[in-house]
């Protein structure tokens, strides 16, 4: 497993700003800003949040051509923010083939997607299982034709058991998970049971912290990420989960509505990334791969 970073950490300075937090003043970041950053923090790879990116002319060349001058290994992440809409949206799912000719293009052999959100979620699961999967299913022939493994995220739509029923009943080496340590936390489930069910289908990982707020516990705003050890999950026990199961990808920090008493994502950022490089230190040396 090997240290890496989200470009999604810098969603304000890609131009997403949530409600409740503020615009940054400094000038707006590119993704060259991103990947120098990535390289003096001292990780070994990156994902790239494709919403942030223009995707035409030699872009996708020039892309690739950075990530291998820094040595970067490399996620392509799709689908922000509803992905496709719990299995209802059609036109997504040509986007999503779309991009994974991206991925390909980049050198990415995992390509992150987003099925759904908290907004998009049916209240039959029944129903989720039918749609998402069904649109799913027919996705699994163009991942393999460009050999891009799918890492389904566990993006506060799908339960732990959800994901496993879902993922498990489509039964392919195309289709895994990007397990998020912090999403399930929001729909009130322990990050370290949900870890033991997704570890051992993990494709990708969002490695994220989430402490808490005042207010209503159903609104997203209560749940909000602070930088890696400062929070509520157990990530030393996510992690040793992940090398039980020999995943051997990027463990991924993100950031998204980082709690306002923490200021400043960099800073949140490279204290999380001292801390996550301490946890594979201070693993087992049994445990390590």
Known sequence: ???????????????????????????????WDF????????VAGVSLESCFLPCAGDF???LRDALDSYGFERVWAWGHPDGLRSGEDRRAARDLVAHLAHARAIGAGVMRIVGGSRRTRPSSFARHKRRLGGLLRGL????????????LENHIDLT??????LVGSLNSPWLGV??????NLRLHEDPVTVAEKLAPLARATHVKDIGVRRGDPKEFAFWPSVPLGKGLVDLGRVVELLHKARYRGLLAIEVDYLDPDYGDEDRAVAASV??????????PPASRR
């Not at 890496?4 to 993704?31: K, N, W």
């Not at 990007?178 to 999403?183: K, V």
């Not at 001292?274 to 693993?283: A, E, I």
């Open 1 to 31: 497993m090997k240290v890496a970073i989200d470009s999604y950490c810098y969603h304000r300075q890609f131009g997403e700003v949530y409600p409740g937090l503020q615009r940054p003043a400094e000038r707006a970041m590119t993704v």
């Open 35 to 42: 990947l120098r950053r990535a390289r003096r923090l001292g």
């Open 60 to 62: 996708l060349c020039r």
């Open 140 to 151: 699994l022939a163009a991942a393999e034709d460009h050999a891009v493994v799918l890492a």
């Open 160 to 165: 732990a058991d959800e994901m496993v029923d």
């Open 178 to 183: 990007c397990l998020d340590t912090g999403n």
């Open 274 to 283: 001292k801390h996550l490089k301490g946890l594979l230190t201070n693993l």
